[in-house]
């Protein structure tokens, strides 16, 4: 059994949803913790109803009489209605927004499904006002240890001043993500047979399942050869081209399978960033496995984790109302590469970059520093390490990925 471990973004989805009487919905991958989350929240209430639109009796209880989930409230507690892959519904959006809009009394209601929620949220008006949509991503390294998160700059603040204390047994945790991956039933689960039937389970779930439903494509044997061909080609310029020539298929069937797997939250795609970088990349980008327990080269996995902390990191603060954060990355036309720039409100904010066993700080970072507005680089790397290099009253901190990663979301 997954352990019930607090999550990062409870706190925010009471007090930024619920406290405003605005309806939370939750996407993100499937089984990365939603059903879990929402039934922690639903126990801290003490008072509502959780409903999974895969047992009948809902079905028929919401078809016939929507409004007749809302349970009557007790003691004076507002009760919380949780609505479990309602969006398989054809009219879920419809008998929702009817439901909110005739309360009687008060209630709060959240909307877990999978990334289909997230998609089918998108193209239609009929909620808007009414929610605030939160992603829940598998967990990360602070997020194995508590649920706090700081906002970011006073993370950023904390993180180059070493302001946190470096927790004993986060070698470790860094460890398990590395080795298991951070999903939550097979990281906490710490056995290695019982991971690989599970990826192997949720990888059939994905592409059998939700991309059957998504997509409607009768050949799908060719998607997962495709998604067997994805691991190898992690964090290195993505050619659509070459993909579409292995698979023997045509660009535009390569981009709109990927396309897909991106809305399922399979995989997730870091594009180059060009404002005021002279000769960099426009066109291909990289990409990165939600998963990357998949990914057998150590390198390529460890920087798939440093992507997946920081697009959390990155989604989180959007969530949150706290900017409009974005991941990119750097390289010019001369093969000098930045792993990775966050931005914030449009403009650069933290450049970083992943080196596995390397402390040295990298000959990148003078092709790129002084053309960004920011003044502060990361380093992260995957051994222990901590130095801070100043030049030109810009610095780069080199820091070891199980202490770095800790100050983020």
């Known amino acids: 059994m997954v352990r019930m471990k607090p999550r990062s973004i409870s706190r925010p989805i009471e007090a930024l949803a619920f406290s405003r009487h605005k309806m939370a919905l939750v996407s993100g991958p499937r089984q990365c913790g939603k059903t879990t989350l929402a039934r922690m929240l639903l126990a801290q209430r003490k008072t509502g109803a959780y409903y999974n639109w895969d047992k009948a009796e809902f079905r028929r209880l919401w078809t016939l009489t929507p409004s007749a989930i809302v349970p009557v409230a007790k ?154 061909l994805l691991p190898e080609r992690v964090g290195s310029m993505f050619s659509l081209s070459s993909l579409a020539r292995d698979l023997e298929v045509s660009l535009p069937t390569i981009k709109r399978w990927l396309g897909y797997l991106k809305m399922l939250y399979y995989l997730f795609e870091v594009r180059p960033y060009s404002k005021r970088i002279t000769r960099s990349i426009r066109r291909e980008g990289k990409i990165y496995l939600w998963d990357y327990a998949w990914i057998k080269d150590p390198a390529a996995r460890f920087e798939n984790l440093v992507a997946c902390h920081l697009l959390k990191a990155c989604h989180f603060w959007t969530d949150t109302g706290q900017g409009e954060f974005e991941l990119f990355f750097l390289r010019n036309k001369d093969g000098r590469e930045i792993d990775f720039l966050i931005v914030r409100d449009g403009e650069p904010w933290l450049p970083v970059e992943a080196k596995f066993r390397d402390t040295d700080l990298s000959a990148n970072w003078p092709a790129f520093l002084n053309l960004l507005p920011c003044k502060r680089g990361l380093q992260v790397v995957s051994g222990p390490a901590w130095q801070v290099h100043r030049h030109d009253g810009r610095e780069v901190l080199v820091a070891g990925a199980a202490e770095a990663l800790d100050y983020l979301v």
């Open 75 to 228: 003691d004076g507690q507002t009760p919380l209605v949780v609505l479990d892959e309602i969006h398989k519904d054809r009219l879920w959006k419809r008998n929702l927004k009817g439901v909110y809009d005739t309360l009687d009394n008060p209630c709060d209601i959240l909307v877990t499904g999978s990334a289909r929620l997230n998609v089918y949220m998108k193209g239609s008006d009929s909620l808007l006002g009414r929610h605030l949509g939160f992603r829940l991503h598998p967990f990360s390294l602070r997020e194995m240890r508590r649920s706090d998160v700081l906002d970011p700059d006073t993370m950023l603040d904390a993180l180059f001043g070493r302001g946190q204390h470096k927790a004993g047994g986060v070698e470790d945790d860094l460890a398990s993500l590395l080795r298991y991956g951070p999903f939550p039933e097979p990281l906490f689960a710490q056995d290695a047979a019982q991971a690989r039937l599970w990826r192997r389970n949720r990888e059939q779930l994905v592409i059998r399942q939700d991309l059957r439903d998504l997509s409607r494509l009768p050949d799908l044997g060719r998607i997962e050869t495709m998604t067997s």
